[in-house]
């Protein structure tokens, strides 16, 4: 993916090569980062939680399989 930002305040994305056969970029447009390109859009990343360990029963499954052994 590739950022672009304007001087007149414009944002755009492109995905893939904006080559020849491609997208043509508009004058004014300058390619940035994509930290740079967030900040300017006000775009916020918030980190995946953690997985869960695969090993050994979910959280909470244990309880359960406790009560239907003892016939609940």
């Known amino acids: 993916m590739r950022y672009y930002l304007s001087e007149n305040g414009g944002a755009m994305t492109v995905s893939g090569d904006p080559g020849p056969f491609g997208v043509t970029i508009p004058p004014g447009y300058r ?6 390109y967030n900040a ?8 995946l939680p953690p997985e869960p360990p695969a090993e ?14 003892q016939g609940e």
């Open 56 to 69: 050994g029963p979910a959280p909470g499954e244990e309880a359960a399989e406790a009560r239907r052994a």
């Open 40 to 47: 300017a859009t006000g775009v916020e990343t918030v980190p």
């Open 31 to 36: 390619e940035v980062t994509e930290e740079e």
